[in-house]
């Protein structure tokens, strides 16, 4: 029989999602095998700078390779690993995978800032705080060169210890991003109290300001707000000239999307760099 103690742990965890259909075919054993056998791959996509063409940054995104069914959704993936309770596991194995993907870039010259998602069920807890401080450090490299996202999706339960975890590791350097901005249920009040730097505004607000007046002043609103908090702004999603122009009108500073770069191995990232610095060199000398 249980302990009274085991219980309890149980009855505090956060609430499991039901499974549907598709995710079936990830299950705990296919989690945890992957886990050990180097399932784990990352895509690096560029964060740029739209008045100058800067790089800012990197997102490193899960590509998880299974071998009978090959690279699986990675919020397919996130969503097994958290009703598995193997979620820690899974961001301790990216965050791994993204300080060797940075020693690798700070090799090429490439010294950026690397952000990754990070599930809000890693942050019901604090043990994850001191592993992924104590990773980054005996790797040789510092948190505040790491980015964690966020999604405010799932800031519903145990508010208090979601900002302690964030507390925690900004604390330790770590940056904090809030991902998929103005998509999710979390209040203004919960928001406004993070100690986040930058705010992610989601790809279904640029697409729509685009097409229309609405949706043009849903995203004017979004970056303002972002401004006022004293946050980097990032619009996700930039997949067109005309949208990249459009924010560049309406305040927002940064951005990423299919526009500047793909998701790309550390191979292809690292060309792709070299031609970025060649063009944004060219686009700088005067004729
Ligand atoms: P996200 O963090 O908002 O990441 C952005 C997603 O949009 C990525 O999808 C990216 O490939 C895609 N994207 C980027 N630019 C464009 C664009 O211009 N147009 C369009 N249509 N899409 C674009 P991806 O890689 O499939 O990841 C989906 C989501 O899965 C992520 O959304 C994130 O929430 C989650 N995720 C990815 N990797 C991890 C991870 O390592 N851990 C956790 N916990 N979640 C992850
Ligand atoms: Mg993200
Ligand atoms: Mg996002
Ligand atoms: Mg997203």
Redesign the pocket.
Known sequence: PESLMGLLEAFRRPEIKPVNSLQQIVDCQKVRLGLTEHAIA??Y?PKVDLVDGRLIGV?????WHDAELGVL???DI?RAAESCHL?DE??IG?LACAVHGRAAMVRNGIDTNIA????MH?LHNLSIVDRMSELVLDAGDQPSHFTL?V?ETHLISDLTSVLEALLRLRLQGFKIAI??YGTGAATMQFLMQLPSTEL?I??CFVAEATRSEAGRAMLQSAIDLGLQLGQDVIA????TPGEARLLQQLGCRFA????YG??MTLEAFTAWIMQHRLHAAAARTPE
């Open positions: 990352l895509a996509q997102e490193a995104l899960l590509r959704p990675p919020p996130v979620i899974l961001t990216v990754l998602n990070v599930s890693n996202e999604t991902d998929d992610k989601d790809r996700e999603g930039v997949e990423q999307g299919y526009f793909r998701p």
